[in-house]
T-cell receptor, first 113, second 113 residues
Framework: QKEVEQDPGPLSVPEGAIVSLNCTYS??????FMWYRQYSRKGPELLMY????GNKEDGRFTAQVDKSSKYISLFIRDSQPSDSATYLC?????????????FGQGTTLQVKP | NAGVTQTPKFRILKIGQSMTLQCTQD?????MYWYRQDPGMGLKLIYY???????DKGEVPNGYNVSRSTTEDFPLRLELAAPSQTSVYFC????????????FGPGTRLTVT
């Protein structure tokens, strides 16, 4: 069993749709949960992070963490063609303060005008 | 302020050849990481460094070596290249107080034939 599982998609939605991206994980020691966005042929960039459980909102993006279910989600409201990218979830523990991230496989999203 | 730079952008190697992937940062970050990204597989950590003179293995270190003599540079050495090392390689950096927010370079696309 992989430590982090993410549906690779691809996911195609019309402009304006609500998008839900999800990851499950098996390591209960994970404390930081991140979503990175990666445009084609570019390096990933951090979109949002959450520490422990709960919700976090930033504009059209909302990140949710449910540690009891070992499940995290990223919601995109009013999706735009510019949101077309691969979205990678990532997680880490605080042990050793090394910043060793475990990534999901990434979900490729296409938002059609 | 260039951020994280990687050279070369592309490279084709023959089986058994060696090469060094260069990574340089001007953000004065202590933490540096090397990842590889295979299609549909997310990113896997190869090696990381928490400061000059300190390196450690990640998930997939076999066939690679690193050194960190300065804060700015973190080269990745491939010895005896194999087709399984065909991948996109990303270097990333992070501040000590924000290790979950990693800043990625543009990547090096390597093909071993």
């Amino acid at each position: 069993q992989k430590e982090v599982e993410q549906d690779p998609g691809p996911l195609s939605v019309p402009e304006g749709a609500i998008v839900s991206l999800n990851c499950t994980y098996s390591n209960s020691a994970f404390q930081y949960f991140m979503w990175y966005r990666q445009y084609s042929r570019k390096g990933p960039e951090l979109l949002m992070y959450t520490y422990s459980s709960g919700n976090k909102e930033d504009g059209r993006f909302t990140a949710q963490v449910d540690k009891s279910s070992k499940y995290i989600s990223l919601f995109i409201r009013d999706s735009q063609p510019s949101d077309s990218a691969t979205y990678l979830c990532a997680m880490t523990t605080t042990a050793g303060n090394t910043g060793k991230l475990i990534f999901g496989q990434g979900t490729t999203l296409q938002v059609k005008p | 302020n260039a951020g994280v730079t990687q050279t070369p952008k592309f490279r084709i190697l023959k089986i058994g050849q060696s090469m060094t992937l260069q990574c340089t940062q001007d953000m004065n970050h202590n933490y540096m990481y090397w990842y590889r990204q295979d299609p549909g597989m997310g990113l896997k950590l190869i090696y990381y460094s928490v400061g000059a003179g300190i390196t450690d293995k990640g998930e997939v270190p076999n066939g690679y070596n690193v050194s960190r003599s300065t804060t700015e540079d973190f080269p990745l050495r491939l010895e005896l290249a194999a087709p399984s090392q065909t991948s996109v390689y990303f270097c990333a950096t992070a501040e000590t107080k924000g290790i979950y927010e990693q800043y990625f370079g543009p990547g090096t696309r390597l093909t071993v034939t």
